[in-house]
T-cell receptor
């Protein structure tokens, strides 16, 4: 059974800092890994999708990496802004199902 | 990009009533749709997987008679919470997997906050 862990559970940083969110998974036979953002009481917004054959994806200030052999992915956020404050979830898809981590709640202070 | 529309976004109902939540794929055909439930400060837990034209597959511990799922077309899946009780209050989110170039990605609805009084 796939298990997904996200560390830290919560993170608070001053505006402008670069930061890294971590996601680890137990079964490396994945199809893809996706990072999402969730604002309070809202649905999910897809940020980055990494296929199992890829090592990283970039979108603007966001960079996600994937190391299947070690069962890890990181989401790097450059020059953080207060608007980045949200909960970030990673989801690992394999065998037709997606398993989510519990998320990291990020607070960026002005 | 592909869009999944979920309605309603918020619903308040009395205990014992049934509530229907709709999930529509607006610009792609979704052969598979997923329904998730999220309790406060917890992550999403898969409830069931529905494939167009066939019965939904429920995760262990999810009552299929309580949570009725219908996926009658390639663009619409519905979740009906029957005889809702306060413990059913939660955030429900659907997602859809598209065909072709979009197949590998999950598109999520905006979610439905259900409050049962």
């Amino acid at each position: 059974k796939q298990e997904v862990t996200q560390i830290p559970a919560a993170l608070s940083v001053p505006e402008g800092e670069n930061l890294v969110l971590n996601c680890s998974f137990t079964d490396s036979a994945i199809y893809n890994l996706q990072w999402f953002r969730q604002d309070p009481g809202k649905g999910l917004t897809s940020l980055l999708l990494i296929q199992s054959s890829q090592r990283e994806q970039t979108s603007g200030r966001l960079n996600a990496s994937l190391d299947k052999s070690s069962g890890r992915s990181t989401l790097y956020i450059a020059a953080s802004q207060p608007g980045d404050s949200a909960t970030y979830l990673c989801a690992v898809t394999n065998a037709g199902k997606s398993t989510f981590g519990d998320g990291t709640t990020l607070t960026v202070k002005p | 990009g592909a869009v999944v529309s979920q309605h309603p976004s918020r619903v308040i109902c009395k205990s014992g009533t049934s509530v229907k939540i709709e999930c529509r794929s607006l610009d792609f055909q979704a052969t598979t749709m997923f329904w998730y439930r999220q309790f406060p400060k917890q992550s999403l837990m898969l409830m069931a997987t529905s494939n167009e034209g066939s019965k939904a597959t429920y995760e262990q511990g999810v009552e299929k008679d309580k949570f009725l799922i219908n996926h009658a077309s390639l663009t619409l899946s519905t979740l009906t919470v029957t005889s809702a009780h306060p413990e059913d209050s939660s955030f429900y989110i659907c997602s859809a997997r598209g065909e072709g170039a979009s197949r590998v990605k999950l598109f999520f609805g905006s979610g439905t906050q259900l409050s049962v009084l």
